[in-house]
């Protein structure tokens, strides 16, 4: 079965660089997601991602965060300066857009990259 | 704005019983919901979507209601296994599905 895949697993940084996150969505999905889980809360939506523009984003997802889709198989998140609270799981997902109502396509997701800032 | 919410306590039961999970939303009138498992330091997977026309969804030991006028989605695990503990979540999609909210999710305990 195919799925989504995100590197690397665990990244470790120092408050103030930058972090890439990379993912890589099922190969015939169109839409793709970021979300984010603080240890022991919520997941939390970030940003969406459809025909190579940002379709939705939260709060969260300010001028510290981007998103790029720099090829036709990777999608990216980058914090440009890290923050102790960026320390989270980042979960990226994908979604297909077949035929009929959108409701009807479910939402792969990765396996997470732990980003931890000290 | 749009608020889910999961029983926040854990939900401990034996093997065999059937468990049931509460979802309840406000400030929205979604024309789907979904349910997710979550297990420690995993990804969510998907179960089960609901449509607001639906008043049950059931898949294998899985069963979802969606009562649109109490804003409530129930979720039930019948014949439960130890396998079956994990965290299970409620999710709503909005703004035309490209935002998805999920609850804070009710963490279910199958004792064998």
């Known amino acids: 079965e195919p799925e989504v895949t995100q590197t690397p697993s665990h990244q470790v940084t120092q408050m103030g660089q930058e972090v890439i996150l990379r993912c890589v969505p099922i190969?015939?999905?169109?839409?793709f997601y970021w979300y984010r889980q603080i240890l022991g809360q919520k997941v939390e939506f970030l940003v969406s991602?459809?025909?190579?523009?940002?379709?939705?984003k939260s709060e969260i997802f300010d001028d510290q965060f981007s998103v790029e889709r720099p090829d036709g198989s990777n999608f990216t998140l980058k914090i440009r300066s890290t923050k102790l609270e960026d320390s989270a799981m980042y979960f990226c997902?994908?979604?297909?857009?077949?035929?009929?109502?959108?409701?009807?396509?479910?939402?792969?997701f990765g396996p997470g990259t732990r980003l931890t800032v000290l | 704005s749009q608020k889910i919410e999961q029983n926040s306590e854990a939900l401990n039961i034996q093997e065999g019983k059937t468990a049931t999970l509460t979802c309840n939303y406000t400030?929205?009138?979604?024309?789907?919901l979904q349910w997710y498992r979550q297990d420690p330091g995993r990804g969510p997977v998907f179960l089960l979507l609901i449509r607001e026309n639906e008043k049950e969804k059931r898949k294998e030991r899985l069963k979802v209601t969606f009562d649109t006028t109490l804003k409530q989605s129930l979720f039930h695990i019948t014949a439960s296994q130890p396998a079956d503990s994990a965290t299970y979540l409620c999710?709503?999609?909005?703004?035309?599905?490209?935002?998805?909210?999920f609850g804070a999710g009710t963490r279910l305990f199958v004792k064998a």
């Open positions: 997902a994908s979604r297909s857009a077949s035929g009929g109502a959108f409701g009807t396509d479910t939402q792969y």
């Open positions: 400030n929205y009138s979604p024309a789907y």
């Open positions: 999710a709503l999609d909005t703004a035309g599905g490209f935002k998805t909210i």
């Open positions: 190969s015939n999905h169109l839409y």
């Open positions: 991602f459809y025909n190579n523009e940002i379709s939705e």
